[in-house]
Each structure stands twice: as structure tokens, then as C-alpha cells.
């Protein structure tokens, strides 16, 4: 349900505004947006290519080394 809403809500939106809205939910530092944020993840990681989800895993693990 949560996944279908966030869908609707940014179904019509240009690029710009999803960008707006990634990082003021990332900027934010409120682990509310996490299920929003994960449903961009989820629709971004099904588009993505193989060598995409590498690189990103790769961030991944480096943000992960950094948080430490």
C-alpha cells in the first residue's frame, strides 16, 4: 500500500522534482522517508543494468566502510 502510494504521488513528476525530493529526503536525516527512498531503490534497481548494480553495491560497501 505504502509502495503504490509513493508511486501515484511522483507518477506524474518531471526529474527534477524526484531529484528534489531524494535529496531533501536524504538531507533530511528522518528515517521516515526510508520505505519511500526504498521504493525509488527498488524501481531504479529493476532499469538498471548489471554493470549499474555493480557500481552501485561498490558505493554502497564504501559508504558503508566510511560509517564506521
Known sequence: ????????????DDVNSIMEA?????????????PGLGVFFKLF??????????KIAELVRKGLDQAS
Open 1 to 12: 500500500m505504502i509502495r503504490q502510494h509513493i508511486i501515484e504521488n511522483f507518477k506524474n
Open 22 to 34: 531524494i535529496t531533501s529526503s536524504v538531507n533530511d536525516q528522518d528515517e521516515v522517508v526510508l
Open 45 to 54: 534497481w529493476n532499469e538498471a543494468d548489471d554493470d549499474v548494480k555493480k
